[in-house]
């Protein structure tokens, strides 16, 4: 009897969870920028990417995170490549953007400033971006936020990465707090990170090279996605997880 309870409440929380995954809105899907919906060259003109900037973004197969292609930007400017979401957030959701990113070594002492996912509203000001650049001789997780003390700013959250390593970046924006949450390889970093500027509404989340004169490194991205997703309303789940936690601990003295 305790059995069957326990396992009724495990299936509810699954399918609560089940549930809260099929409300998620795919805004946009690179789908790892491979074959056939992407061709080996320049990015801009395809799938509707365009770019603002001299650099280049190239669909390349020679360093990928997973499949067979993904994107590197090279080039002697600053530069932004953006696919067009122009979407405004219901107060009931919040949006994600996901992708692999990485900073290849380079023999130039001198590396560029930082590549990001770059997020814009409709006004085009910034909201928040968040990246790899580089502290202490080694990639670091960057961030752009507005903080309460020392207003708008770069800020390292995260030091000791890596060259030539996946990292898989997550970015949860919460339009109804104005603030957002910024993931490494799925470990929360940091969260309520302040809106750079206030937005209901997005119009692109870039990917972003912020040149530095005399740097030659190169930044990939890879498996690059958009999800506009429901606020978890806690209450329901967390009785339920309550319940199975609760029936865990029966069996546990019942034996």
Do not use: C
């Amino acid at each position: 009897m305790k059995l069957n309870r326990f396992r009724e409440v495990t299936a509810f929380v699954v399918t609560l969870t089940l549930a809260s995954s099929l409300f998620a809105d795919t805004l946009f899907d690179s789908e790892g920028f491979e074959s056939p919906a992407y061709s080996l060259g320049s990015l801009t003109g395809q799938n509707g990417w365009g770019k603002d900037g001299i650099g280049t973004a190239t669909v390349q197969s020679g360093v990928v995170q997973s499949g067979s292609q993904a994107v590197e930007l090279t080039g002697n400017y600053s530069e932004w490549h953006w696919r067009e979401l122009n979407y405004t957030a219901d107060p009931n959701e919040f949006v994600r953007v996901t992708a692999g990113i990485m900073r290849a070594s380079s023999g130039t002492p001198t590396k560029n400033y930082g590549f990001f996912l770059d997020a814009y509203n409709l006004d085009l000001d910034r909201i928040g971006r968040a990246g790899l650049g580089v502290s202490g001789g080694n990639p670091a997780l960057y961030v752009t936020y507005k903080d309460d003390s020392f207003g708008v700013a770069d800020y390292v959250l995260e030091t000791g990465l890596s060259w030539d390593t996946w990292y898989t970046l997550q970015i949860d924006f919460w339009f109804n707090k104005q603030t957002f949450d910024v993931y490494l390889d799925d470990i929360l970093i940091s969260d309520n990170l302040a809106f750079v500027t206030s937005a209901n509404d997005l119009s692109d989340i870039d990917l972003t090279k912020q040149y530095t004169g005399g740097a030659t490194d190169i930044g990939y991205f890879d498996n690059y996605k958009v999800e506009a997703l429901p606020v978890p309303e806690p209450s329901a789940i967390s009785l339920a997880l309550l319940g199975l936690a609760g029936v865990a601990l029966r069996l546990r003295r019942g034996r």
